[in-house]
């Protein structure tokens, strides 16, 4: 018999990363966002177990991704618009080249590594740092050139770079919690200016009957929309794992079943 009875008890949050709680009872206990990554859980009793977030958890994700979400977009939208159908002629042909290579690092690098990489692999936190870099470039770019009220391209230029370098550097340590779901938020952002960009050039080019490029715009454009689409999809998902039950790891073998998720 175990010596952990933890039957009945509000655990909420606890940590037992890596513990033997072989046999350990949690029957109708609270472990909501309890961490059980690499614990051995042998036999272990999770009857009636409270699993999962809980309510304050998902709200305060809810409220981080929806203030992001406004803020994100009023920027990139603004600078999207700023640079729609340009042409090379145009003064600001060279901030549209850099508007479009940082939503392109900041909105669809990070769903791809996420894809098709392992999740705590080195390549995939070097990704999800030049996200970071990129979306705080970004947001750096468009708050600092207006912070004054008029718009200042050396403070916007000075922000953007402060920006990416502490975020990128902050990112290698907050790999897990909210400021997963503050870079994922921006990144869907970010994929959208990108699609929403393409979409014009596809209009121009195949309204002008140069079908070669439109079509490689076309290409570009589903691409866009695709990761633009995962990008979401991944952020809905990092919201409702957030300090979630986790079992990462975990050896779960006849530990007594129904769990009771809440």
């Known amino acids: 018999m175990s010596s952990h009875n933890f039957s009945h008890q509000n655990l909420s949050h606890r940590s037992f990363q890596g513990q033997n709680l ?3 009872d949690f ?3 609270d472990i909501r966002g309890c961490n059980f990554n690499y614990a051995s859980l042998r036999g272990a009793n999770f009857e009636g177990a409270k ?3 809980t309510i304050w958890d998902l709200l305060l994700a ?3 991704a929806i203030a992001i979400l406004i803020s994100a977009f009023h920027a990139i939208s603004q600078m999207v618009f700023g640079v729609i159908n340009r042409t090379p002629s145009d003064p600001v042909w060279n901030f ?3 508007l479009v290579i940082s939503l392109l690092l900041s909105g669809i690098i990070l769903p791809i590594g996420e894809i098709y990489l ?3 692999s080195i390549l995939n936190r070097i990704i999800f740092s030049i996200s970071a870099s990129a979306s705080g470039a970004l947001m750096g770019f468009y708050y600092g050139g207006i912070a ?4 200042n391209p050396q403070l916007a230029v000075l922000t953007a770079v402060v920006l990416a370098i502490v975020m990128g550097g902050v ?3 907050l790999i897990r919690g909210i400021f997963p779901i503050m870079i994922n938020t921006i990144a869907a952002v970010s994929g959208y200016g990108l699609t929403f960009l393409l979409s014009a050039q596809v209009g121009i080019y195949l309204s002008s009957n140069n079908l070669v490029t439109g079509i490689i715009y076309v290409i570009l454009f589903i691409l866009s929309f695709k990761y633009t689409f995962t990008s979401l999809n991944l952020l809905i998902s990092k919201i409702f794992t957030y300090k979630t039950t986790s079992f990462c790891g975990a050896d779960l073998t006849n530990t007594e079943l129904p769990v009771k998720s809440v």
Do not use: H, K, M, P
């Not at 004054?148 to 718009?151: D, I």
């Open 148 to 151: 004054t009220g008029e718009r």
């Open 171 to 173: 990112s290698f340590y």
């Open 96 to 98: 549209a080249i850099v």
């Open 27 to 29: 029957s109708y206990a």
């Open 62 to 64: 809810l409220l981080v």
């Open 22 to 24: 072989d046999e350990a």
């Open 118 to 120: 392992r999740q705590n």
């Open 51 to 53: 699993i999962g977030q």
